[in-house]
């Protein structure tokens, strides 16, 4: 059976992973609803927002750096064994 195509109200495209919170997220995609009502800065830097995926990424670098793994070395690796597969 097939479910209802929904479109997310902020960038047209269809909603497929966050389907069943469509309304909860006020007919948008999770990250479009961040953008749209939480994301308090430019959308290319982190807002102040816990859930900001910008500010999770800044928390994931800084512990890289603690663990001495330099996060652009981490990145690099990361692309090379995408383009070995
Ligand atoms: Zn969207
Ligand atoms: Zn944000």
């Keep these: ?5 929904k479109l997310c109200t902020r960038c047209h495209k269809p909603v497929t992973k ?3 919170d469509y309304e ?3 007919g948008m995609h ?3 609803f961040h953008l749209e009502f939480e994301h ?3 959308p290319d830097e982190k807002c102040s927002d816990p859930g900001c995926p ?3 990424i800044e928390v994931y670098r800084k512990r890289l750096r603690e663990l001495h793994e330099d996060p ?3 990145l690099e690796e990361a692309i ?6």
Excluded: I
């Design 30 to 32: 999770w990250l479009c």
């Design 18 to 20: 966050h389907y069943d």
């Design 40 to 42: 308090n800065a430019d």
């Design 72 to 74: 652009e070395k981490v």
């Design 54 to 56: 910008w500010w999770h």
């Design 1 to 5: 059976m097939d479910v209802p195509v």
């Design 80 to 85: 090379a064994k995408l383009a070995s597969e």
């Design 24 to 26: 909860l997220f006020e």
